[in-house]
């Protein structure tokens, strides 16, 4: 920390604008990759002073905590919020986290200068820049078990703000394994910083994040949600409708949100959550706002406790709709797994064209078969086997032939749809048994077959436009879990049946033409004329 930047602040700049001047001149220096392996996205002023803006208390005394900080920005931002609603305000300590060592002298500086500006307003100002990891440092608040009357002993922060890390980490990295009761699969760090600096809030503190939208739902996750609602009541979130407009200057493709909650454990009393939302940074401050009742978004008393997030009038109409369905595949008898051919690990057994009669091959159905209601195999493309050998190592992989539905387990991100669902028949093939691949999930009937028009009815549900606005009000990433398809409404069979039996009778089973029967089935039309008039 030796280093002397060269720059100053300006006559009577704000220190918020100081931090982000400085913010953008260090990241002159320093390359995209790494700022990628730091998880670096500055926050932009105009959306630090939102966030800012939030918070609500009102006293003569603060001890905040801003986590990742890098230039300061949020933390600036915020104070110079609370200087300026709070007439009586007469001490500050501000506790900041940054392990970047090349950022450093410039997260310095702006301190330095946040504490000349304090001072200017005859307010006291402690400031601490810990260099130390934030969640290793703070390792023993996972240790303390979670009653009403605990607290970690560092539990005195009184507001937390924070643009954290996102990058996902090992299982077996020292984070994670700190975190373990919230940690499933590979996590992102961004989440352990939520729970982190949520358990050491005081009881009645804010938290003000702005992270991405993943953690709303799945798996990887669910450990997480179920112990940030055990002490933490949502009472804003902001969504925004682009995803490259909120960290513009890195060119991040990122669904983001930002979150203010308050420390509140045993939250039942919890009764509403405004959401506000705008298209970007531009039009943060003209934003669109509705109040929702608590179990409109989210289901507390569920397992999976998911966050619906809804942008417009159509989302809530089609989240309202789904939330009238009392059916699920559960209910149904039908199951969805994922596919259990790992290929990397079955190299040895695969094949991209048929060997005939030197090996016993039975197909292999993976990503490239699949499009939106159409079954294309084999497909001819290198490195992309269509056969998997059937033996004795390989019958743990292989599935009987039968009636399916193929879902996409991935989309990529600028994908007009997140759901991509293909019927599959028996007849397609003669043989016994199939591969599938694990970027694959298939749904099936485990005691039976899906009949002909169930498995029409639900690729076409899937596929249309209807269950993609849904999904995407609670996925905020790429991925497709069978654990969400799980939990998904579903609407009466005999209305899964009924749109199936309208593809066979007018034989036409195109992606466009299901989308349409469905959209007719549902009046979709008139639930987006509603919302434009």
């Not at 915020?78 to 940054?98: A, G, P």
């Not at 064209?353 to 084999?378: E, H, R």
């Not at 593809?503 to 039309?525: P, Q, T």
Request: net charge neutral.
């Amino acid at each position: 920390m030796t280093a002397v930047i060269d720059i100053k602040p300006l006559t009577n700049e704000l220190p918020s604008h100081f931090a982000d001047r400085v913010g953008q001149l260090y990241a002159k220096t320093v390359s995209t990759q790494h700022k990628k392996e730091n998880g670096q996205f500055f926050t932009p002023t105009e959306i630090a002073h939102f966030m800012a803006g939030l918070t609500k208390q009102t006293k003569d005394k603060f001890k905040i905590l801003d986590p990742g900080c890098g230039t300061a920005t949020l933390s600036s931002s915020l104070i110079e919020t609370l200087v300026k609603h709070n007439d009586n305000l007469k001490e500050i300590e501000l506790v900041v986290y940054e392990t970047d060592q090349d950022i450093l002298p410039y997260t310095q500086a702006v301190l330095d200068y946040l504490g000349k500006w304090l001072k200017q307003h005859k307010i006291k100002f402690k400031a601490t820049l810990d260099t130390n990891d934030f969640v290793l440092e703070n390792k023993d608040c996972f240790q303390v078990s979670a009653t009403l009357f605990s607290e970690p002993k560092n539990a005195t922060y009184d507001i937390v703000i924070s643009n954290p890390p996102y990058f996902k980490i090992s299982k077996d990295d020292k984070r994670a394994t700190v975190a373990k009761s919230i940690v499933w699969g590979q996590p992102n760090i961004y989440s352990i910083f939520m729970m982190v600096a949520t358990k050491i809030l005081k009881e009645g503190g804010e938290l003000i994040f702005i992270t991405p939208r993943s953690f709303a739902s799945g798996n990887y996750f669910r450990a997480f949600r179920e112990a940030f609602f055990q002490e933490i009541e949502i009472e804003h979130i902001h969504l925004f409708g682009s995803r490259t407009d909120t960290f513009d200057r890195d060119c991040v493709l990122q669904e983001t949100l930002i979150l203010k909650g308050r420390k509140q454990k045993l939250n039942e009393h919890l009764s509403s959550i405004l959401v506000t939302h705008s298209n970007g940074i531009r039009d943060i401050e003209s934003f669109t706002e509705k109040i929702y009742k608590t179990d409109e978004l989210i289901d507390l008393k569920s397992k999976e406790k998911i966050i619906h997030l809804p942008t417009n009038e159509t989302d809530d109409k089609v989240i309202k709709l789904f939330k009238s369905w009392a059916g699920s595949l559960r209910q149904y008898d039908i199951q969805i797994s994922t596919g259990p051919v790992v290929s990397f690990r079955a190299t040895q057994y695969l094949f991209e064209q048929y060997q005939n009669g030197t090996v016993f091959l039975v197909p292999l159905y993976q990503l490239i078969n699949t499009t939106k209601m159409q079954f294309d195999w084999p497909v001819t493309k290198r490195n992309k086997p269509q056969y998997i050998q059937i033996c004795e190592a390989t019958k743990s992989l292989l599935i009987p032939n039968k009636n399916y539905v193929f879902l996409r387990r991935f989309s990529a991100k600028d994908d007009k749809s997140r759901l991509v669902a293909t019927p599959y028949f028996v007849d397609i093939t003669q043989a016994e048994y199939i591969g599938v691949e694990n970027h694959l999930n298939y749904i099936y009937r485990p005691k039976g077959h899906l009949e002909r028009n169930e498995i029409l009815g639900l690729a076409a549900l899937l596929n249309s436009n209807l269950f993609d606005t849904y999904f995407r009000t609670f996925n905020g990433n790429i991925n497709v879990s069978a654990t969400e398809l799980r939990e998904m409404p579903l609407p009466p069979l005999h209305d899964i049946k009924a749109i199936g039996d309208q593809l066979i009778l007018a034989n036409n089973y195109s992606a466009e033409f299901a989308s349409l029967i469905v959209d007719e089935f549902y009046n979709i039309d008139e639930l987006i004329t509603n919302e434009k008039s």
